[in-house]
């Protein structure tokens, strides 16, 4: 008789809310303007929704320069710089603007910051295209650091403005922070952590202690799905990191009972539930 595995699947997979509301924008800009809507790089990192989006006339291109005239360019969850926004107004580019709401905060706070004349410091992967638009929105002289190392090393200041990426883990946030405070004498810090990504990376945590595997669902390419591998596998040796169902191998359930499967927030449902139908079929 065949032994059924256990799949348990936590509660906080699939979509987060920033790329729901992209996603919905999508549609919504397809099916008032029509195709092709343009993307400023991928608005999702996740290769098989990239292509499905594509197959409905979604085209990214790498600048304003492969905009059609009085197109329609879609600014993905992670936002921009401001200044792309005016260029693209001033050509007559349609925006359909899918900031994520909380990332908007980020560059409420910066603005803020730099209006006061305080100089700005941002806790962040400075590669990350949600980090350069917020440095976008801060002026100029402002400050990205990514470990605790980098924050000691910065030279003295008499104040700062601090804010987070928004997937950053939280736990290194508070060691970058407390190297910062070291360094400067007025530390005004806006916790801009996304609560949803807290609860999908506390959810998986939770789950990896539970369970004999697990997979974690999600483009190569995101950078937070790749964080949430790298922390769950520090729980759970027997972890994968998979972007389809067709990635999964039967060896690797060899005395497993019980499997859990955790996403990106840039995972859809669809590719959770394949691969979740995978699974059962072991």
Known sequence: MKRKLEIVTSPHAGYGFGV????????QGLACFGAPIFTLGDVIHNPQEVERLRALGVRPVASLDG??????????????HPELIREAERRGIRILDATCPFVR??????????????????????EHPEVQGIAGHAGAGVIIVKDAAEAAALAPLERAGVVIQTTFAREEAEKIIEALAARVRDL?????I???TEARREAALELARRVDLMLVVGGKNSSNTTKLYK???????????????????????AGVHKVGIAGGASTPDTII???ERRVNNF
């Open 20 to 27: 729901k509301r992209a996603m919905r924008l999508i549609e």
């Open 67 to 80: 905009v059609e005239e009085e197109g329609t360019l879609v600014v993905r969850a992670h936002g921009v």
């Open 105 to 126: 905060r980020s560059q409420h706070f910066v603005k803020q910051f730099g209006e006061e004349s305080c100089p700005v410091i941002i806790i962040g992967d400075r």
């Open 188 to 192: 005004r810090v806006q916790d801009t």
């Open 194 to 196: 996304c609560q949803a």
């Open 231 to 253: 922390t769950v596998k520090g729980i759970q040796p027997r972890t994968y990191h998979i972007e389809t169902e067709d990635e999964i191998r039967q060896e690797w359930f």
């Open 273 to 275: 539930d394949r691969v």
